[in-house]
């Protein structure tokens, strides 16, 4: 370029306004930072995604280099940082109409049980819920507002299990009520399916209905085995027109708690708040829904009397401690994939990856004995992490199966009394 070239030039791009700085290059290099400060503390084991979060309901996992937990906030058009996500939590107002305390007394437990309801209307149906090993009814919350949302006359009963949330336990009348405390109490498959047919009779006496509604059992990890146990037992008879079983099948489960126990040491042993708690469960990938994190971990935790620990700034434990209950691992997932094909009443199979079906289940989908859905954006959670795309698999599945909505044609002999020809 000659000088007269470049002077003219010059002069031209004199008049252009100012370039905007170039903010995509900063955050690139940022990234590139932060990649290389992950990469600094990951292990090869890291990359491989677990089934053991089918054995539990706690299953965490590990994020890659390539998630960039830690990357700076990005900034936008203006340079300011992007507004702070909120991590309070949302109450249970928000997603159902009623909570109740249900008293409940045997030979050997005295128990009241926490429930969370919205009751059906319209003969709309009752989708009744029970969570995994180490989690409460509030895992269904956000799940529930969608329902309503497609299905706006149906209900839902969730409650809390012995050992978890806000469900209170006597082993007998003379012991100290104790909340979420497993190690004290018979959690035994057999026991958990007793506690869910007793609440559901509770909750009929409570509400004055003079029948059940119809009902759609769905049970995520371990509370997929409970609803499977509930629907072979049929105590509940023709009015269960279905069960839906989230994320646990028995082969990937009992392959997985060989290593559960290391799956709930790697966790945190206490938090310094609610909000912590919820930030770690979004961080983890444990949870991929912040609102439903919102809505359901609070629910996990008990606050820690300051004479329990020695770190001023564990503020919250676990509420229920899981590794006491290894006792009763094997007997909440043995023999699960059979019951499921043999139990009466629509079956439908939720999995956050194909990699989970066994043998018995593969045999059992070629064979169209049940509706199998996969969603591969999911994790373990996974009516937490899409609860919109949960929903409208529910609600399809309860019309499929819906009775009321069949129309069978008419006999031969009232067609015949009416002088018409068969």
């Known amino acids: 370029m000659s000088d007269l070239q470049r002077s003219f030039a010059k002069a031209k791009l004199a008049h252009l306004p100012p370039m905007p700085p170039d903010l995509v290059s900063e955050e690139d290099v940022e990234a590139e930072e932060d990649d290389q400060i992950m990469a600094m503390h990951h292990h090869p084991d890291d990359d491989s995604s677990s089934s053991a979060s089918s054995a539990s309901s706690t ?52 128990l009241t049980f926490h429930v969370y309801i919205t009751c059906p209307k319209n003969s709309g149906p009752l989708f009744v819920t029970h969570h995994g090993a180490g989690t409460s009814g509030l895992s269904f919350g956000v799940l529930m507002a969608e329902l309503r949302k497609i299905l706006p006359d149906a209900g839902m009963l969730s409650l809390d299990a012995r050992g978890h949330g806000d469900t209170v336990s006597r082993a007998s009348e003379g012991d100290q009520p104790t909340e979420g405390a497993a190690t004290l109490l018979d959690l035994s498959l057999d026991k958990l399916s007793s506690d869910l047919l007793a609440v559901i009779h509770l909750v009929q006496a409570k509400m004055s209905w003079d029948a059940l509604p119809e009902v759609i059992l769905v049970g995520h990890s371990l ?98 401690d899981l590794s006491s209950t290894q006792f009763y691992w094997d007997g909440w997932f043995g023999g699960l994939s059979s019951k499921f094909l043999s139990a009466p009443g629509g079956k439908l199979l939720l999995l956050a990856g194909t990699d989970r079906l066994d043998k018995e289940l593969m045999i059992g989908q070629m064979q169209g004995k049940y509706q199998l859905q996969v969603f591969p954006d999911a994790g373990h959670f996974i009516h937490e992490d899409i609860p919109e795309k949960t929903a409208k698999v529910l609600v399809d599945f309860y019309r499929r199966n819906d009775r009321s909505s069949l129309v069978l044609p008419p006999k031969v002999g009232e067609l015949l009394s009416q002088g018409k020809k068969p």
């Open 59 to 110: 299953g965490t996992i590990i994020p890659t280099p390539s998630q960039n937990l830690f990357a700076r906030p990005k900034l936008g058009a203006s340079g300011a940082a992007a507004p702070k996500r909120s991590m309070d939590p949302i109450p249970w107002t928000s997603y159902f109409e009623q909570e109740l305390y249900l008293e409940h007394v045997t030979d050997t437990d005295c």
């Open 223 to 320: 509370g997929g085995a409970v609803v499977t146990d509930v629907a072979k037992r049929g105590d509940l008879g023709a009015k269960v027109l279905g069960y839906a079983v989230l994320d646990v099948v028995e082969g990937s489960a009992m392959d997985a708690l060989q290593s559960m126990q290391s799956y709930l040491s790697a966790r945190p042993s206490s938090f310094g708040s609610v909000s912590e708690a919820i930030q770690w469960h979004i961080r983890s990938r444990t949870i991929r829904n912040l609102t439903s994190a919102r809505t359901s971990v609070p629910a996990l935790l008990t606050r820690l009397s300051p004479s329990s620990s020695t770190d001023p700034s564990a503020i919250y434990s676990w509420r229920t």
